[in-house]
């Protein structure tokens, strides 16, 4: 399979070749604040090749001392990115950042135990197409 992918400001372009073996919802305090919601929401893979098609804006990765936390970020938007962890051995894509329709759902919630105090039934809340009047 190949998911091609870019960043808001179309500065970074890249296509991942091969499948993901995994998709989790990660809900711990790290994810939650590097994504600015209830979870980050990030595909695993340890066989994809990741491929940069276009970088006309830079690509930073920032590793959280002490932790396996790392996030990969177009500098002029902001943008989560991919990025390899573990070494080379493990390429973690941003589901958000993916432009082919994907059609692997989640396969698990992580860290349930930290999720944010607000994140409980939301699908029970109002649903619209865009934003309301």
């Not at 939650?32 to 006309?56: C, I, P, Q, V, Y």
């Not at 990969?72 to 943008?79: H, I, L, V, Y």
């Amino acid at each position: 399979m190949e998911y091609t992918g870019s960043c808001l400001c179309q500065g970074v372009k890249f296509i991942v070749t091969g499948d993901f073996e995994r998709f989790y919802l990660c809900h711990c305090s790290y994810c939650r604040k590097d994504t600015g919601s209830a979870h980050a929401a990030n595909l695993f893979s340890t066989t994809a090749k990741l491929e940069w098609l276009k970088r006309e804006t830079e690509i930073r990765t920032f590793q959280l001392p002490e932790s396996n936390h790392a996030k990969a970020f177009c500098t002029n938007c902001g943008s989560a990115l991919p990025n390899l962890q573990m070494g080379g051995q493990l390429l973690v894509v941003p589901a958000g950042c993916i432009d082919t329709a994907l059609e692997k759902r989640p396969d698990a919630h992580l860290f349930m135990a930290s999720k944010a105090a607000w994140d409980h039934a939301l699908e029970q809340i109002d649903q619209f197409k865009q934003l309301p009047e």
